[in-house]
């Protein structure tokens, strides 16, 4: 036995080895990603003093009222002033076509008085907002390269412009809106003055004011 398995130990290390490959016939693979058009936006209502709408607002859900509320006296200042403000996050997926986003109010009337000097809207884009519907853990980072936001004014008109994709690229913008207050110290306060934004005062005709307000999403 022992002679037998020293034999059989040479013949196996004996056998040459031979390197061998081969090629299948390529493989076709495909995907088509459809062409899509789409407008998301969320909102939040905000305390009046606060900077950090999605920590210390209030997410409302799918369509609901941007409701101000009673306003309230100041007797310090002698206008009428919100207790809330609101910001709307806004989102537009184009297929890389670069696309504008704008903003339309009609109204923010009671009969035929109106406050329509008073309510405001003031774009904004902050590179550490993070969508969760993408990656929640990634801000998107700086405004890409021609891209650029709206200058803050009076809501109610047409095509207000909130944002210009002009990367194509999906990103964050934010919308804020509030009842003019004339502080000095409030993100855009100059463009709303140049654009006549004016206090709510006590000659204000007392009553429930309501618009509406609609996003427009256009590629170009």
């Known amino acids: 036995m022992r002679r037998l398995a020293t034999a059989l130990m040479v013949c196996l290390f004996s056998i040459p080895c031979y390197a061998a ?3 299948a016939p390529a493989i076709d693979i495909k995907v088509t990603v459809a062409k899509q058009l789409a407008l998301d936006y969320w909102a939040y209502d905000v305390p009046a003093d606060s900077l ?9 859900a799918p369509g609901a009222e941007l409701d101000f509320g009673d306003l309230a006296w100041n007797e310090d200042y002698g206008i009428w002033m919100a207790q809330k403000y609101f910001c709307v996050f806004l989102a537009a997926r184009t297929y890389g ?11 923010f009337k009671s009969g035929t008085k109106d406050l329509t000097k008073s309510l405001t809207m003031t774009p904004d884009y902050q590179a550490k907002d993070r969508w ?8 998107q980072g700086n405004m890409p390269p021609g891209d650029s ?11 207000k412009l909130v944002y210009d994709g002009w990367s194509g690229l999906t990103r964050m913008v934010r919308v804020y809106y509030g009842i003019f ?16 934004a004016k206090v709510c005062t006590g000659e204000q005709p007392a009553g429930p004011y309501s618009g509406v307000i609609t996003f427009t999403l256009t590629t170009m």
């Open 21 to 23: 490959s081969y090629t």
């Open 52 to 60: 950090n709408p999605s920590v210390d607002g209030n997410l409302l």
């Open 97 to 107: 076509d670069r696309y504008q986003i704008k903003q339309t109010c009609y109204g």
């Open 132 to 139: 969760s519907a993408i990656d929640p853990n990634t801000e």
């Open 149 to 159: 936001v709206g200058s803050a004014q009076l809501a109610v008109g047409s095509d």
């Open 181 to 196: 207050t004339g502080d000095s110290n409030a993100k855009g306060y100059s463009d709303l003055v140049a654009a006549g």
